[in-house]
């Protein structure tokens, strides 16, 4: 499976920003999709994922109410709606499969380049 995330860009404080993940191969309907951040010299950090149908998301507890996963199976594509943005959300993010529900990066097995999101207050 091919991962190519996109939709990033710079956004004002306060803005809203949707990333999209598009992938590639017969397997992306079998899998959960998920979100991670990276800010300069931080560690990757879970944001949310979605199961392979769909039906169940888990979120990074600080992050429930702003962000939010989707995902359209028709379409090979996860999405991550992202309101009321702050400078602080200014990082580089990735999409990400796993076989199930998971949100450690060493339990992810395909990665997505990372678009980059910069906002500014």
């Known amino acids: 499976v091919q991962l190519q995330a996109s939709g990033g860009g710079l956004v004002q404080a306060g803005g809203s920003l949707r990333l999209s993940c598009a992938a590639s191969?017969?397997?992306?309907?079998?899998?959960?999709m998920n979100w991670f951040r990276q800010a300069p010299g931080k560690e990757r950090e879970f944001l949310v994922g979605?199961?392979?149908?769909?039906?169940?998301?888990y979120y990074a507890d600080s992050k429930k109410g702003r962000f939010t996963i989707s995902r359209d199976n028709g379409k090979n594509t996860v999405y991550l709606q992202m309101n009321s943005l702050k400078p602080e959300d200014t990082a580089v993010y990735y999409c990400?499969?796993?076989?199930?529900?998971?949100?450690?990066?060493?339990?992810?097995?395909?990665w997505g380049k990372g678009t980059q999101v910069t906002v500014s207050s």
């Open positions: 990400a499969a796993s076989p199930g529900p998971a949100t450690k990066p060493r339990d992810m097995n395909y």
């Open positions: 191969g017969r397997t992306f309907n079998n899998l959960a």
């Open positions: 979605i199961s392979w149908s769909g039906g169940s998301t």
